[in-house]
């Protein structure tokens, strides 16, 4: 690769982190995403005490709030290809980056690198909490093991909030990629899993169920659950198959 080009691409992925570092809506949805999550360690930590018999497992509870905490990293998700339709920011972004498929690409790894830290101190900070809280009712974690499960957690809202900004390419406007991922995750996966339960082996394979595999502990009771490393697989080729999906429509497609 010659030097000008890698010169390019550091240009244009400085520009796209820059458009989102400096985009007040991210930062708001970090912070309300955060506190909720410490107000869900709390609540969920509370109720642990009140209920405790004997020792428990402080990963279980302290990442108890991921359902609910990745309704953020959809939000954040969503904002970041969303945001430039609004006022018709996305006309001068291709004028001044023609190379469509590159631009958008470039501004999933822009995301991917504000994400990944933010989600690895928002899972923390439930798991410390918690930590804290229990620490003489807790059963003893392994630090590796403690630090997988963070790192599967983090790799979970990583791949959620990049496939929430694929669907945001696609849909281009907030609301409806709003409706369309929340009811997702939050009404129409849980009721599915209520209503069709013969079908768990199937629903194992959906973005949602098989991220949960990357970092919530898997009971030897459950019959064909996912490993950690097959979710990851699963929720990647998701992620990728919305992303590549996302670059061709927005190849052919006027602003």
Same mark, same amino acid.
């Given at each position: ?73 959809? *939000?954040?998700?969503?904002?970041? $290809?969303?945001?430039?339709? =609004? !006022?018709?920011?996305?006309? &001068? %972004? /291709? ?47 392994? *630090?590796?093991?403690?630090?997988? $499960?963070?790192?599967?957690? =983090? !790799?979970?809202?990583?791949? &959620? %909030? /990049? ?93």
């Amino acid at each position: 690769m010659s030097v000008s080009s890698s010169r390019k691409i550091t240009q244009i992925l400085g520009a796209e982190l820059d458009k989102l570092v400096t985009l007040p809506l991210i930062w708001f949805t970090l912070m309300g995403t955060f506190i909720l999550n410490l107000v869900l360690a709390a609540a969920f930590t509370s109720v642990g005490l009140q209920g405790a018999t004997g020792t428990q497992n402080i990963l279980n509870i302290g990442l108890a709030s991921m359902g609910y905490l990745q309704a953020g990293f959809i *939000i954040l998700g969503i904002l970041a $290809t969303c945001s430039e339709y =609004t !006022g018709g920011q996305i006309r &001068t %972004t /291709l004028i001044t980056i023609p190379w469509r498929g590159f631009q958008l690409s470039t501004k999933h790894l822009a995301l991917a690198i504000i994400t990944i830290p933010v989600a690895f101190i928002i899972a923390a900070s439930g798991v410390l909490y918690t930590f804290i809280m229990m620490r003489d009712t807790t059963v003893v974690i392994e *630090i590796d093991t403690m630090i997988t $499960t963070l790192i599967g957690a =983090t !790799g979970y809202l990583t791949l &959620t %909030t /990049l496939l929430s900004a694929a669907v945001g390419a696609l849909l281009r406007r907030t609301t409806p990629a709003l409706v369309v991922l929340l009811g997702y995750y939050f009404i129409v996966s849980p009721l599915t899993r209520v209503f069709l339960p013969s079908n768990k082996i199937f629903l194992n394979y959906f973005p949602d169920t098989a991220g949960s595999y990357m970092y919530m502990p898997s009971s030897s009771d459950e019959i064909s659950v996912l490993t950690p490393m097959q979710g990851t697989g699963i929720s990647m080729l998701w992620t990728l198959s919305f992303i590549t999906v996302a670059i061709v429509f927005y190849r052919k497609r006027d602003a």
